[in-house]
């Protein structure tokens, strides 16, 4: 079983629709983060949450510790926000390097 | 502030041949990383460096895998010699001193190898 766990693998939806991407985690973690990667392989970060909630314009990602589980929703989606959504979390150990899920492809469709 | 860069972006080799991908990170940046992600995959680390020293290398392929920062600011990683399951996209990231700092990415070197 990976440590971390995303769901969907691919989302498509339509634009203005609202999007939730899930990201479950089995370790205990100091930190877990949003990314997001456009085609041609850049990532940038999203969010960065310990605990509750982070909103930035139409992003909002929030964590539950207890339950080990983390979403991203993006509310009215645009064509742009198509890339993939990476959820990635940062250990509490020694190491604390960070360990990345699989990735949700989402293709937001005019 | 410029980002990190990496060269070259794409690159296309046959099995058994040797390939090096370059790196200079944001200035400034102690920790440099460097991560291979297959196509379907998130990013798996292959090596951090802190400065000019390497942090973590568990998971570098040693028998075919090399890595050197030697002035701890810009870095190589070389693969020699390629494998068919070599090919992915090999990530550099920096951040400013250790892991509980963000970290920056590059664009990435696309590797095909055929």
């Known amino acids: 079983k990976n440590e971390v766990e995303q769901s969907p693998q691919n989302l498509t939806a339509q634009e203005g629709e609202f999007i939730t991407i899930n990201c479950s985690y089995s370790?205990?973690?100091?930190?877990l983060h949003w990314l997001q990667q456009h085609p041609g392989g850049g990532i940038v970060s999203l969010f960065m949450l310990s605990s509750g909630k982070k909103k930035h314009g139409r992003l909002i990602a929030t964590i539950n510790i207890q339950e080990k589980h983390s979403s991203l929703h993006i509310t009215a989606s645009h064509p742009r926000d198509s890339a993939v959504y990476i959820c990635?979390?940062?250990?509490?150990?020694?190491?604390?390097?960070?360990?990345f899920g699989s990735g949700t492809q989402l293709t937001v469709l005019p | 502030e410029a980002g990190v860069a990496q060269s070259p972006r794409y690159k296309i080799i046959e099995k058994r041949q040797s390939v090096a991908f370059w790196c200079n990170p944001i200035?400034?940046?102690?920790?440099l990383y460097w991560y291979q992600q297959i196509l379907g995959q998130g990013p798996k680390l292959l090596i951090q460096?802190?400065?000019?020293?390497?942090?973590?290398d568990s998971q570098l392929p040693k028998d075919r895998f090399s890595a050197e920062r030697l002035k701890g600011v810009d870095s190589t990683l070389k693969i020699q010699p390629a494998k068919l399951e070599d090919s992915a996209v090999y990530l550099c990231?920096?951040?400013?001193?250790?892991?509980?700092?963000?970290?920056?990415f590059g664009p990435g070197t696309r590797l095909t190898v055929t």
């Open positions: 990635a979390v940062r250990g509490d150990g020694s190491a604390r390097q960070l360990t």
């Open positions: 990231a920096s951040s400013l001193a250790g892991s509980s700092y963000e970290q920056y």
């Open positions: 200035s400034g940046h102690a920790t």
């Open positions: 370790v205990g973690i100091s930190a």
């Open positions: 460096f802190q400065n000019n020293g390497v942090v973590d």
